[in-house]
């Protein structure tokens, strides 16, 4: 009983102590503190999580200003150096986080390079809204073992109204154009330009890929399955114009025997790289 009754005399003398002036001065002091620090997050970490995230094929070079609006260079791995390729800028309200999201509004450009997009974050779901990026194909490489040993060359343009996925799900609809597409690892150069449109809901997203231009010509259907094990798979046909007797390493590569003939192809591949 006498132990009760300290125990609720320590619960009656609690609410006396938070009345005393300095006590209630010393919490609200604590308090506005964590709310500077919180809100004054350097961008640092932002360039941290991504290196996390990409599993070190992205980084953030030079990053100023905070976690919630700040600037830095986005940069891409290539070898054991980093190379930028756009200026990025960010803003965010950290009072999303109160609602379990952070929104993000992206905006950058480079030499080579250009983006705009909203990124929401959440609890196991990530969202892209009104993306188009102009980018080095070569970023390709961060996400595809396959095109790490092709070396892609040319740009890759990208839009999408509304993607969202999570960890086995992915809902939306993107275009991705490829120009000037070459692949440099395979002596592959001058190809022409392609366009994949992709259109997903569920864990499975439908692909269809077509010719704009060039000396090689696909057509192909598929689909990006979102689940483990991540992969694409296409089928198609390809033709080569008869005197580009430089692609016949590629054809062979996805099954085709000769060039100047429309032949039936299947390509497959995992998707690794950047984390999910």
Known sequence: MIGALRRLGVRLALPGALRRPGVRLALLGAGAYLVFLVANLPAAWLGLALERTSGGALALG?????????????????????RGIVDLEWRCNP??????????ALSGAGREARLRAKVSLGAGKAAVNDLEA???????????????FAKPDGQLRVKADSLEWGAASVRGAATVEWTDAGLGGMQAPRLGDYQLQIAASGDRADLRLATLRGDLRLTAGGEWRAA????????GTAQ????????EPFLRAIGVTSVGVSQPFAWTVPIGGIAG
């Open 62 to 82: 030079d990053p100023r200003g905070t976690v919630w609006s700040g600037s830095g260079v986005l940069a891409l791995r290539s070898g054991s150096a980093y």
């Open 95 to 104: 009072l999303w986080v109160l609602a379990g999201r952070l929104n993000v």
């Open 134 to 148: 102009n980018v080095p194909a070569a970023i390709a490489e961060t996400a595809l073992a396959a095109a790490a």
């Open 228 to 235: 483990q094990p991540r992969m694409v798979q296409l089928r």
């Open 240 to 247: 080569a114009s008869a005197e580009r007797k430089d692609l």
